[in-house]
Nanobody
C-alpha cells in the first residue's frame, strides 16, 4: 500500500465545478491504473472513474459521464477529477485508489491503496 492524499473537496451550489486532486508518494506511480470512488451516507462505495497508467484510457460511471473528467500527471504523481455541472446527488465522500492489478476496474476490491477521502457537498 502507498499513501494517497486527496484534496479539493468543498461545499458548492448545484451547477458548480470542483477539481479533486490525489497525490501519491510513490516513485512507481506511473505503473498503476488509478480510480475515483465515492460514498454517500447510508450507501455503498461506488465507482466514479478510472484511468490507465498512461492516461490514454478512461472509464466512467454512467451517472457522471459527460460531466466528470479524470486525468493524471505522472511527473507530479497526481491524479485529478474535474467535476462540472455538479448535482445534489453527487454529494459524497470521494476517494482515490490505486489498482493493484495495474489495469482499470470498476470493482473496489481490485484497488489496494486508498486515500482518506475528501468531502464534496452540493447544495440544491
Amino acid at each position: 500500500q502507498v499513501p494517497l492524499v486527496e484534496s479539493g473537496g468543498g461545499l458548492v451550489q448545484a451547477g458548480s465545478s470542483l477539481r479533486l486532486s490525489c497525490a501519491a508518494s510513490e516513485r512507481t506511480f506511473s505503473d498503476y491504473a488509478m480510480g475515483w470512488f465515492r460514498q454517500a451516507p447510508g450507501k455503498e462505495r461506488e465507482f466514479v472513474a478510472a484511468i490507465d497508467w498512461s492516461g490514454g484510457r478512461t472509464n466512467y460511471a454512467d451517472s457522471v459521464k459527460g460531466r466528470f473528467t479524470i486525468s493524471r500527471d505522472n511527473a507530479k504523481n497526481t491524479v485529478y477529477l474535474e467535476m462540472n455541472s455538479l448535482k445534489a446527488e453527487d454529494t459524497a465522500v470521494f476517494y482515490c485508489a490505486r489498482s493493484r492489478l495495474g489495469y482499470m476496474s470498476t470493482t473496489p476490491g481490485v484497488y489496494d491503496s486508498w486515500g482518506q477521502g475528501t468531502q464534496v457537498t452540493v447544495s440544491s
